[in-house]
C-alpha cells in the first residue's frame, strides 16, 4: 500500500516537490516500510561513491515514515544510532530502503531500518527510537509556535 504525502511537504527526504530532496516514496508491505534510493551523481561523497550523510538522510526518512506507516500517526523522535555502515554504494546502483518495528520495551517505539542493495546484499542498518506525545507537547518539544497545517492530521489534540 503506497503511502500518501503531503504535496506542501518541504523535506528534503520525502517532499514530493523539494527538486533538491531525496523525494523518497514509502509503500508498507505487511509490517515492514520500504522505498528503494536510486544513487544519483551529485550524492556522491568519495568519487564514485555514495556519502554516507545522504544514506543516513534516507534511512532516518526511512524510520519516520515506518512510524507513520505502522501507527498512523508520527512520532517524536528521541534517539538515533550511529549508522551501522557494512560497504559502500555506488553511483548508478539503487539502495532498499526497509524499516520495521523491533521493540517497544516501556519506553520508546524503536524503529530499525536496513538499507541493502538490489541484489540483497546489507550495506547499512540503523535504529531510531520515537515517543508520541499529545499535540501541545509535540509542538513545545519540536519548537513550533503552532503546529505546522501539514502536520495537522497525523499528531492528534
Not at 550523510?53 to 500517526?73: C, F, H, P, Q, S
Request: hydrophobic content about 35%; charged content about 25%; glycine content about 12%.
Amino acid at each position: 500500500m503506497h503511502l500518501e504525502n503531503d504535496p506542501r511537504n518541504p523535506c528534503v527526504g520525502c517532499g514530493p516537490l523539494n527538486p533538491r530532496g531525496l523525494q523518497l516514496k514509502f509503500e508498507k508491505v505487511g509490517e515492514e516500510v520500504r522505498s528503494t534510493l536510486p544513487v544519483r551523481p551529485e550524492w556522491q561523497g568519495w568519487p564514485g561513491l555514495l556519502h554516507s550523510g545522504v544514506l543516513y538522510i534516507a534511512m532516518l526518512e526511512t524510520a519516520n515514515w515506518t512510524v507513520y506507516g505502522l501507527k498512523d500517526r508520527v512520532g517524536l523522535p528521541v534517539g538515533t544510532s550511529a549508522l551501522e555502515l557494512k560497504r559502500r554504494t555506488r553511483v548508478g546502483d539503487i539502495v532498499q530502503l526497509t524499516g520495521r518495528h523491533v521493540a517497544s520495551r516501556t519506553g520508546p517505539f524503536i524503529i530499525e531500518v536496513t538499507a541493502s542493495d538490489s541484489g540483497g546484499s546489507g550495506l547499512a542498518r540503523l535504529e531510531r527510537e520515537y515517543e508520541f506525545p499529545r499535540r501541545a507537547e509535540f509542538v513545545r518539544r519540536m519548537g513550533y509556535g503552532t503546529l505546522p497545517a501539514e502536520l495537522e492530521e497525523v499528531v492528534p489534540p
